[in-house]
């Protein structure tokens, strides 16, 4: 089949390409989760990076900063509210960790129905220069918030196992 014959095709196969990986993490937030130290620490650094993009957006377009430092401080909040409810364990000689699925289960749902949302009113049809000036504060902190969250979650779930590695005299 030719390139050209799947053009029409390609927003519906990004999109399920994008329901598959949206689907993968949010399976994350169910269940009991084998500790994987290195893909939590891989995942640190990817959130941090996109933290600072997050807050270099707030910067540029002043108009979002406001809804993006709300949103950051909830994602913050309600991390550290989840990571209390986060039960940590050594199950069957592993480390792992059963997360509370309702906050960051809710927070990614939201930002998917917030983006489906704006694309079903049209924000993202104009192009890449008319949607900076048409962001939405509101989508952005709902992003900021759910990307704080899952740093907070990571960093947290960190200190916690090497609390539980740490030996007790």
Do not use: K
């Not at 329901?19 to 169910?30: A, E, H, I, M, S």
């Not at 909830?74 to 991390?79: D, F, K, N, T």
């Not at 050594?90 to 489906?116: D, K, S």
Request: hydrophobic share 55%; charged share 10%.
């Amino acid at each position: 089949m030719a390139v050209q014959n799947l053009s029409p095709l390609m927003p519906y196969l990004t999109f399920a390409g994008l329901g598959v990986l949206y689907y993968r993490r949010l399976r994350r937030y169910f269940g009991r989760q084998q500790w994987q130290p290195r893909r939590t620490m891989l995942r640190v650094v990817v959130l941090s990076l996109v933290a600072i993009m997050l807050a270099w957006l707030a910067v540029v377009l002043p108009h979002v900063a406001i809804g993006m430092a709300g949103g950051a401080a909830a994602g913050i909040a309600l991390g550290l509210l989840a990571l209390r409810h986060t039960q940590i364990e050594i199950h069957e000689g592993r480390h792992t960790y059963v997360p509370n699925p309702w906050i960051g289960g809710v927070l990614a749902v939201a930002l998917v129905a917030r983006l489906a949302w704006r694309w079903q009113q049209g924000a993202f049809s104009a192009g890449m220069g008319a949607s900076a000036q048409q962001a939405s504060p509101l989508t952005l902190a709902i992003a900021a918030a759910l990307v704080l969250y899952s740093l907070t979650q990571g960093i947290g779930l960190m200190l916690r196992m090497r609390a539980l590695q740490a030996p007790t005299d």
